[in-house]
């Protein structure tokens, strides 16, 4: 079965740093597109970063320059490297994966991130907060 499990997730304070990572369990994870989401309280989720099976990243504006998406097929684990953090980027972050459209292949492309609920699979999430 599918599991994902983030981690790295803490209290920093504004313009430091954080590396998450999301450990893909039951499948390969570069068969699939995988992302990173975000929702703080009272807020609905919204997309951070996703990289497919095609290698191609994808960012929200918000974080464009400051966030870097990363893949290590041989670990099958995703990260999310963040710098220069902001108080508006505290949130609860999930990783998440598109599987492929049809069983037995092996491709999967990224879906919009502003279309978060056409990903089919979701970690627990992990708890970044950004001190001011």
């Known amino acids: 079965q599918v599991q994902l499990v983030e981690s790295g997730g803490g209290l920093v304070h504004t313009g430091g740093s954080l590396r998450l990572s999301c450990a893909a369990s039951g499948f390969t994870l570069d068969d699939y597109a995988i992302g990173w989401f975000r929702q703080a309280p009272g807020k609905e989720r919204e997309g951070v970063s996703c990289v497919g099976s095609d290698g191609i990243t994808y960012y929200a504006d918000s974080v464009k320059g400051r966030f870097t998406i990363s893949r290590d097929n041989a670990k099958n684990t995703l990260y999310l490297q963040m710098n220069s953090l902001k108080p508006e980027d505290t949130a609860v972050y999930y990783c998440?994966?598109?599987?492929?459209?049809?069983?037995?292949?092996?491709?999967?492309?990224?879906?919009?991130?502003?279309?978060?609920?056409?990903?089919?699979?979701w970690g627990q999430g992990t708890q970044v907060t950004v001190s001011s």
């Open positions: 998440a994966v598109k599987a492929p459209s049809y069983s037995g292949t092996y491709y999967s492309l990224c879906p919009p991130l502003r279309s978060p609920y056409d990903y089919d699979y």
